[in-house]
């Protein structure tokens, strides 16, 4: 029997919220996760000539990407993605993609030993493509755990730091604290996080697809 546990023992469910994008401000040490989109596009893998598999069921879209904002452009900084060995490996802006190393577990005779493991996904690193996207970005920090839920992307209301971003043409415009707003959405949605007991099958199809959503409408001034 082989299994490999990651260094602080996490066990991704059958079914688990998924793999966020984030976004590294300058000036800032910690990233913070993309919990909203209005408008677009991101970054499509599509456009690039790539072709996602699954990395796992925390990523069914077989892809996840760190961006970065730089003298007030928004760049795509690393890409994660599955892909599928049995093809030749793709390259983007002239790089190839790489797998990390970690430190794990193997069971082994009915023991856990240390080992070095490969994650499933590969990383295109370090890049500096230019995203000309036009929208408002809902970044978000400091997630809430009494709140997890085993299903898509956490919602903003669910993190106690909250930033809007709008940008044009991949230019920053504005940038405006939303975690006030966050956390009186908070004490209203608290209690309905999940379908009620007796749902039926459409409302509890409709609150799935609402979990792997993104889009929210932006904020009016």
């Known amino acids: 029997m082989r299994a490999l546990i990651p260094p602080d023992g996490a066990i991704v469910a059958a079914v688990t919220a998924q793999i966020s994008d984030s976004v590294q401000l300058?000036?800032?040490?910690?990233?913070?996760?993309?919990?909203?989109?209005?408008?677009?596009?991101?970054?499509?893998?599509?456009?690039?000539?790539?072709?996602?598999?699954?990395?796992?069921?925390?990523?069914?879209?077989?892809?996840?990407?760190?961006y970065a904002v730089r003298d007030r452009q928004l760049l795509i900084a690393s890409l994660a993605i599955g892909l599928d060995h049995t093809q030749p490996l793709p390259t983007l802006e002239g790089l190839s993609p790489q797998r990390r190393s970690y430190e794990a577990r193997e069971l082994k005779n009915g023991e856990w030993v240390d080992v070095k493991a490969t994650t499933h996904e590969w990383f295109f690193e370090p890049l500096t493509l230019p995203v000309p996207f036009t929208g408002g970005l809902l970044l978000a920090r400091g997630f809430i755990r009494e709140l997890y839920v085993h299903m898509g992307h956490h919602p903003a209301w669910k993190y106690e730091e909250v930033v809007e971003l709008t940008f044009v043409d991949g230019r920053l415009a504005t940038m405006q604290s939303r975690s006030e707003a966050m956390a009186k959405l908070r004490s209203?949605?608290?209690?309905?996080?999940?379908?009620?007991?007796?749902?039926?099958?459409?409302?509890?199809?409709?609150?799935?697809?609402?979990?792997?959503?993104?889009?929210?409408?932006?904020?009016?001034?």
Not at 41 to 63: D, N, Y
Request: aromatic share 12%; glycine share 14%; net charge negative.
């Open 26 to 66: 300058e000036g800032e040490h910690e990233a913070f996760s993309i919990a909203g989109v209005s408008g677009g596009p991101l970054f499509e893998p599509a456009q690039h000539g790539l072709k996602p598999v699954m990395i796992s069921t925390a990523c069914w879209r077989g892809w996840y990407a760190t």
């Open 188 to 221: 209203e949605l608290a209690n309905r996080d999940k379908p009620a007991r007796g749902a039926t099958r459409d409302e509890v199809s409709e609150w799935i697809e609402g979990t792997f959503s993104l889009r929210y409408p932006g904020f009016g001034e």
